[in-house]
């Protein structure tokens, strides 16, 4: 049989990028990690690490045999939060991936609350607008924002929550080229867009009718924060999620253009890989986030963010 302190050193191995990485997380001489790893690969016979002075590469069989190493530990690790959460309140690292927007308007207020609720948490928030993939860069919960249905995986799903998106302008904009009064006026407006190819902009009433405009580019960004500024600066109409423009329009910096109508829905979406959406510090996580989220769609007079 396999020692599993073997496949532990390998694990660490890979996921540190070298022998050198592993040994410093690890805190043990690096010729340690090399010697298990080589003794794993003497007893499985095969070449699991292509290894030079400047090189640290998987083999084929290397990668597989590192999916099942990472997940011999994560039932490991599963194992030892069963005590821990008898025992203790949640612990551990926890990685978690989002997008900018996220990070900036959901996340920014929230995570001190949640490190003070959980202070055995030590989490990692990695900030990209980059695909990334989840299993493979070894993150334990993603949150992301869509707006049509997330493609089938093998990854868990939450849903956290479910929110408008506005037309939103500064009133001194509105004073001075007036305000709409039906969606077609909006193609008499400069808009901020959020680049070339999305120039349109597709609004739909409580009953159902819908309306495509096209206002004047006046702005092309594909960041949310850089649209917000712009808006309250007064440089044109812009259409973004209620909870990103709600403190804006709520110090009256900003204020809602035709509010019988909306341009469209965005979905935030917790997503776990299924070892991991078992952990005790991971399912904290993501319920501590989702009632924050539900508790503010509530205040807002929401109740469309229900987790699923």
């Not at 030079?52 to 590192?66: C, K």
């Not at 551990?92 to 996340?107: D, H, M, R």
Request: aromatic share 6%; proline share 7%; charged share 20%.
């Amino acid at each position: 049989m396999l020692n599993l302190n073997d496949l532990y050193f390998f694990a660490q191995a890979v996921e540190s990028g070298s022998f050198a990485g592993a040994a410093r997380v690890l805190n043990t001489p690096k010729s340690t990690v090399s010697k298990r790893v080589a003794e794993l690969e003497g007893r499985l016979g095969v070449r699991l690490i292509h290894r030079t002075s400047r090189s640290f590469a998987l083999t084929d069989i290397g990668r597989e045999v590192f999916e099942h190493a990472r997940a011999v530990l994560i039932e490991a690790e599963s194992a030892e939060a069963v005590v821990r959460r008898r025992l203790a309140e949640p612990s551990g690292t926890i990685k978690l991936t989002t997008s900018v927007p996220v990070a900036q308007f959901y996340l920014a207020d929230q995570l001190p609350v949640l490190a003070r609720t959980y202070p055995k948490l030590m989490l990692q928030v990695h900030v990209s607008d980059r695909f990334v993939d989840v299993v493979q860069e070894g993150f334990d919960i993603a949150i992301r924002s869509h707006f049509g249905p997330l493609p089938d995986s093998s990854l868990v799903q939450r849903r956290a929550k479910t929110e408008p998106i506005f037309v939103v302008a500064a009133p001194a904009y509105l004073e001075k080229r007036g305000a709409p009064v039906g969606p077609e006026a909006l193609a008499e407006h400069d808009g901020l867009l959020i680049g070339p190819s999305a120039t349109a902009w597709r609004l739909r009433d409580a009953d159902g009718q819908e309306c495509q405009v096209k206002p004047h580019p006046r702005l092309l960004a594909d960041e949310s924060s850089l649209l917000l500024g712009a808006a309250e600066a007064g440089l044109g109409l812009t259409c973004l999620p209620e909870e990103i423009c709600r403190p804006a329009m709520t110090r009256g910096r900003l204020v809602r253009v035709l509010p019988g109508w909306t341009a469209g829905m965005v979905t935030t979406t917790f997503l776990m890989p299924p070892r991991r959406s078992q952990l005790p510090a991971v399912r904290a996580t993501v319920d501590f986030l989702a009632s924050r989220w539900i508790k503010a769609d509530a205040s807002a007079g929401h109740g469309s963010g229900a987790p699923v």
